[in-house]
């Protein structure tokens, strides 16, 4: 299997330390769903506007939204790209998972198909189930 290149892997390193956080998560989920102020994104939570901005300045910093100036309001944006990134990560480590599993199927299989014959002809000489 190839190497992940230490550039990739540093630009994940930040997002996934972003996402560790449950109130981050939500913050995310949100924003899915569409843009919104720093007030909106406050609503739903117990803690105050300036705890959302830290939370919002952790998800900026590792390039998950960013802000911009909509008049007299600040809206924070979901980057996909971002997104884009980690699931091209996550599926490379799926697909590897998934050729082990395949692997370990087929040995189960063979084995199984061994002790198949053997058993049957345990039965035989006994003359009935064994």
Same mark, same amino acid.
């Given at each position: 299997?190839?190497?992940?290149?230490?550039?990739?892997?540093?630009?994940?390193?930040?997002?996934?330390?972003?996402?560790?956080?449950?109130?981050?998560?939500?913050?995310?989920?949100?924003?899915?769903?569409?843009?919104?102020? $720093?007030?909106?994104? #406050? /609503?739903?939570? !117990?803690?105050?506007?300036?705890? =959302?901005?830290?939370?919002?300045?952790?998800? %900026?910093?590792?390039?998950?939204?960013?802000?911009?100036?909509?008049?007299?309001?600040?809206? $924070?944006?979901?980057? #996909? /790209?971002?997104? !884009?990134?980690?699931?091209?990560? =996550?599926?490379?480590?799926?697909?590897?998972? %998934?050729?082990?599993?395949?692997?370990?199927?087929?040995?189960?299989?063979?084995?199984?198909?061994?002790?198949?014959? #053997?058993?049957?002809?345990?039965?035989?000489?006994?003359?009935?189930?064994?």
């Amino acid at each position: 299997m190839d190497r992940q290149q230490p550039a990739q892997t540093d630009q994940l390193s930040p997002v996934f330390a972003a996402l560790a956080d449950p109130t981050r998560r939500e913050l995310v989920a949100r924003l899915a769903l569409g843009d919104a102020t $720093v007030s909106e994104l #406050a /609503e739903p939570h !117990d803690m105050s506007v300036q705890a =959302i901005s830290k939370h919002l300045k952790v998800l %900026e910093a590792s390039g998950l939204v960013t802000k911009t100036r909509d008049a007299q309001r600040r809206r $924070v944006h979901l980057e #996909a /790209e971002v997104f !884009d990134l980690m699931t091209k990560w =996550i599926e490379r480590y799926r697909r590897e998972a %998934e050729r082990r599993y395949q692997r370990l199927d087929a040995l189960l299989e063979e084995m199984q198909q061994i002790e198949q014959p #053997a058993a049957d002809s345990g039965r035989q000489r006994t003359g009935g189930a064994a």
